[in-house]
């Protein structure tokens, strides 16, 4: 319905009245928006929560357009226009509205992504339930912000007459068309149900520690495609999902962070080993990288000139694992070189030969 506007007895020019009626739902649309932000403001002063500090982070950009948009819908129909005018003003307004409404369902999502992620926080020491839990949000996050985009232009191009013919006509010739889209989209397909079974069944997980390719690294990203491996010398790995469905690789973290870290000394045969024992837990007692569950002296293996001694301890992680184990073998060199040098590696020589003074035979030995 259509109304005339007068001023000082005067009617007022249909095109005035219009611009009017827009510029006043958009005036309106924003002082409601600043009402409602001022609110947030103040409430999250009195009440200083996690969750509206995400709302006002994540909704004041959509809602600056959104209320006044709604307005602008509502002006239309006072506005004087002709019945195609009206139309096609309507049909762009609902592809507007549309837009925004999806752009909103998104940012809720992501609301709801930064509460879990508060309460499920990975920075602690046993993170195992918290690592799972958002590997599964972040793929389950992903894959609704696609399919909700994948809605909202399927709405936008339905509101279309030429595109539902068009539509139309594909559905009549999917065929051989179907066809020829279901082996180029075998790949696309194959790398989302990947995701699908990473995220439930969960081989790896946010913040992972992996060897994949030979390399040490970190579970930084899980896609609907792809993996992005995290390499302690800041470098990015970045494998398709389905790598870690076909492929075999470790995983350091898959039921706890807790390892146990070995260092390997090639000593001569003469070192004595319950000294070596006794260092070894003074070493492991005075270090705080020490989860204290292993402590262990062994000789585990003989070559032809040494003997393999194995020092094996333990860790909350691998990180504080490998430190620890430099940290041992540094240690551990030091207290053989300054208490028991005679031990350390060495090449024997011996030799066999008649002395000048002497008939009898005699035997020499020379450490090298």
Request: glycine content about 4%; overall charge positive; hydrophobic content about 45%.
């Amino acid at each position: 319905m259509a109304y005339t506007f007068n001023f000082l007895g005067h009617p007022v020019p249909a095109f005035v009245q219009n611009i009017l009626l827009a510029l006043a739902a958009i005036i309106f649309g924003l002082i409601l928006k600043w009402i409602i932000s001022r609110f947030f403001s103040i409430f999250s002063r009195l009440w200083a929560s996690f969750q509206v500090r995400s709302i006002v982070r994540h909704l004041n950009g959509p809602a600056q357009i959104f209320l006044p948009l709604i307005l602008l819908n509502t002006a239309v129909s006072l506005m004087t226009l002709s019945q195609d005018t009206r139309a096609q003003l309507s049909r762009a307004m609902e592809i507007a509205l549309t837009i925004m409404v999806s752009l909103i369902l998104i940012r809720i999502i992501k609301i709801l992504e930064d509460v879990f992620y508060h309460k499920y926080d990975l920075n602690k020491e046993d993170n195992l339930k918290e690592r799972k839990i958002r590997t599964q949000l972040q793929f389950i996050r992903k894959f609704v912000i696609t399919l909700i985009i994948l809605v909202t232009v399927s709405i936008i191009l339905l509101s279309f007459e030429s595109m539902r013919k068009i539509g139309t006509g594909l559905l009549t010739g999917v065929g051989i068309g179907g066809i020829i889209i279901g082996f180029a989209a075998q790949k696309s397909l194959g790398n989302l149900l990947a995701g699908f079974q990473i995220a439930f069944t969960q081989p790896i997980r946010i913040d992972d520690v992996l060897i994949v390719e030979g390399e040490w690294g970190r579970v930084e990203e899980i896609t609907l495609t792809y993996v992005v491996v995290s390499i302690w010398d800041q470098r990015r790995l970045v494998l398709p999902i389905t790598y870690f469905i076909e492929k075999p690789f470790q995983n350091w973290t898959r039921v706890s962070a807790e390892l146990l870290g070995t260092v390997f000394l090639y000593l001569d045969y003469t070192i004595p080993i319950p000294p070596l024992r006794t260092e070894l837990t003074r070493l492991l007692s005075s270090n705080p990288l020490w989860d204290k569950r292993v402590n262990v002296v062994q000789i585990t293996d003989n070559k032809e000139d040494t003997v393999e001694v194995r020092f094996l301890m333990s860790a909350r992680n691998s990180s504080q694992a490998f430190d620890l184990r430099c940290y041992v073998r540094e240690e551990m060199i030091a207290f053989i070189r300054n208490n028991y040098p005679q031990c350390l590696p060495k090449t024997r020589l011996e030799y066999q030969g008649r002395s000048p003074q002497s008939t009898g035979e005699f035997s020499n030995r020379t450490d090298i």
